[in-house]
């Protein structure tokens, strides 16, 4: 298992995992465009070959945030998810953040258990931020 700046070849393994993770998912051309930017980074998990799971971030000076992060269905329940993001907690404190911050939805208790196990803690709200379905946000954050 090793976790790695994403490129184009790890492009078809990102979205089926975006696919079965997001009832809203993002676009292949939204991902693509992401693998260049300067002040933020897809990390890809790698595990015997293939994509296991990826992480989206961004930085912004002292703060950044977390866009995104998934595991493959197949694959959850063992630890990965809590190993791709500590690895984006320590690539955007490498970066310079001194912050993260975090949106999800109320009801995504695996995700919500996995930020409070990393250590996030809530800090906010916001009343119907989804769409498809609509749902509130749940805003949380990190100092790093
Ligand atoms: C959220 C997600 C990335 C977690 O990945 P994972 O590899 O299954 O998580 P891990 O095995 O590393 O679990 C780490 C911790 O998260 C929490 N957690 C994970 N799954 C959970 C669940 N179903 N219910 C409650 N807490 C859960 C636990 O605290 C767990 O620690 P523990 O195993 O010591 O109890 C995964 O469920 C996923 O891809 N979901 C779909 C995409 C998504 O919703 N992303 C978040 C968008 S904001």
Same mark, same amino acid.
């Given at each position: 298992?090793? *976790?790695?700046?994403?490129?184009?070849?790890?492009?078809?393994? *990102?979205?089926?995992?975006?696919? /079965?993770? +997001?009832?809203?998912?993002?676009?292949?051309?939204? +991902?693509?465009?992401?693998?260049?930017?300067?002040?933020?980074?897809?990390?890809?998990?790698?595990?015997?070959?293939?994509?296991?799971?990826?992480?989206? $971030?961004?930085?912004? +000076?002292?703060?950044?945030?977390?866009?995104? *992060?998934?595991?493959?269905?197949?694959?959850?329940? /063992?630890?990965?998810?809590?190993?791709?993001?500590?690895?984006?907690?320590?690539?955007?404190?490498?970066?310079?953040?001194?912050?993260?911050?975090?949106?999800?939805?109320?009801?995504?208790?695996?995700?919500?258990?996995? $930020?409070?196990?990393?250590? +996030?803690?809530?800090?906010?709200?916001?009343?119907?931020?989804?769409?498809?379905?609509?749902?509130?946000?749940?805003?949380?954050? *990190?100092?790093?």
């Amino acid at each position: 298992m090793r *976790i790695v700046k994403a490129g184009s070849r790890h492009l078809d393994g *990102i979205m089926e995992i975006e696919n /079965q993770s +997001f009832s809203d998912p993002w676009s292949r051309a939204g +991902f693509a465009d992401y693998l260049d930017v300067p002040d933020g980074e897809i990390v890809a998990l790698e595990d015997r070959g293939a994509v296991a799971g990826f992480a989206v $971030y961004h930085v912004s +000076f002292e703060e950044s945030e977390l866009y995104n *992060i998934a595991v493959r269905e197949s694959c959850r329940g /063992q630890g990965l998810g809590r190993a791709l993001l500590d690895a984006v907690l320590d690539r955007a404190r490498a970066r310079g953040a001194e912050k993260m911050y975090l949106e999800v939805r109320k009801s995504n208790a695996a995700a919500r258990g996995l $930020y409070k196990a990393a250590g +996030f803690a809530v800090c906010g709200e916001r009343r119907g931020y989804y769409e498809r379905p609509t749902e509130d946000a749940v805003l949380m954050d *990190i100092t790093l």
